[in-house]
């Protein structure tokens, strides 16, 4: 899986950014076609200290928005869910990627 916003820093670099606040999250998105809903979540994204989530979110919130709602029974229940989700900055994967950063 791909982390986008490390490019060009080092390892050394990445863990200083987290000590300062920066976090790695994963957005969720919704697609569905009539009976069939599919909730994935994007590459990881690297938010720097001070940075907000919001731009990166956007896409795929409003990927859910417009595709997401059609099947049924679950695409409403997951597009709520992917909304809120990357609405409150996505889902924090900074310890799974410092612990993989360790080894």
Not at 25 to 39: D, H, N, R
Not at 65 to 75: A, D, Q, R
Request: aromatic letters at 10%; one cysteine or more.
């Amino acid at each position: 899986m791909k982390i986008n916003g490390v490019e060009g820093m080092t390892v050394a670099q990445v863990k200083a950014e987290v000590a300062g606040g920066g976090k790695f999250v994963v957005f969720q998105y919704c697609i569905s076609i009539l009976v069939m809903t599919f909730k994935r979540g994007s590459n990881i994204y690297f938010i720097g200290p001070g940075e907000s989530a919001l731009g990166a979110s956007l896409g795929y919130t409003l990927l859910s928005l417009l595709l997401g709602w059609w099947g049924i029974p679950w695409g409403p229940i997951h597009t709520v869910g992917s909304v809120f989700t990357n609405l409150k900055g996505g889902k924090d994967v900074t310890q799974e990627i410092l612990a993989v950063l360790q080894a």
